[in-house]
């Protein structure tokens, strides 16, 4: 099946964003992370698919969209729901499978069973878990750009730093990653959009 190109990515996220200020704030959020992990791929030794990371990655936070009220303001308890949310969304759309996985199994460095019993979050048990490099990447790249007020990047010791309130096996989860590709430049990419790096 084919993936959509960037034109069809964007008119699905106009259908989807219930406010102008949501569609900038999420579809700036996906570009930026499809940036992230075009730089990051460049310099991995590792085969991948740019058609199926650039659709995976701008179209990975669609759910995010199900999440506003009428008042314009994010649902934050259930904000963890927005990846199962995307995935059902691009199912709705007729969209290929490979590309859902890329918004039900981005969040934190995996989600597996066990965070979701332990933890109690609004989610179907089961593991999330990033597989293919191409989902490893964006996985990865998501997290050195957050959509907070106002957005910003974050290197990977800040990141780093955060995530270890979730565990050291989470901590672990992103040194893996983070060995297996690299760091990127966050500071062009901050210049460029006009955000700050913490
Ligand atoms: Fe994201």
Redesign the pocket.
């Given at each position: 099946m084919t993936l959509p190109g960037i034109e069809e990515i964007r008119a699905l996220h106009e259908k989807y964003a219930p406010t102008q200020e949501a569609f900038d704030l999420v579809y700036t959020?996906c570009e930026i992370?499809w940036h992230l992990s075009a730089q990051l791929l460049a310099a991995a030794p590792l085969e991948w698919d740019g058609e199926l990371v650039r659709a995976g990655a701008l179209l990975?936070?669609i759910g995010v969209y199900h999440l506003y009220d009428a008042d314009g303001n994010l649902d934050g308890g259930n904000y963890i729901r927005h990846g199962v949310l995307g995935h059902e969304i691009l199912r709705g759309e007729g969209l290929p499978e490979r590309l859902g996985r890329f918004c039900s199994h981005?969040t934190g460095v995996g989600l597996t069973e066990h965070d979701i019993r332990s933890q109690r979050l609004p989610l179907p048990p089961g593991d999330y878990l990033a597989e293919s490099a191409e989902e490893r990447v964006v996985m990865y790249a998501?997290k050195f750009h957050s959509k907070s007020t106002p957005p910003k990047f974050l290197t990977a010791p800040s990141y780093a730093r955060y995530v270890a309130r979730f565990g050291t096996e989470k901590v672990h989860a992103f040194d893996a990653l983070r060995a297996e590709f690299g760091e990127p430049d966050v500071t062009s990419l901050a210049a460029r959009y006009g955000h700050r790096v913490v």
């Open positions: 959020h992370v990975h936070d981005h998501d």
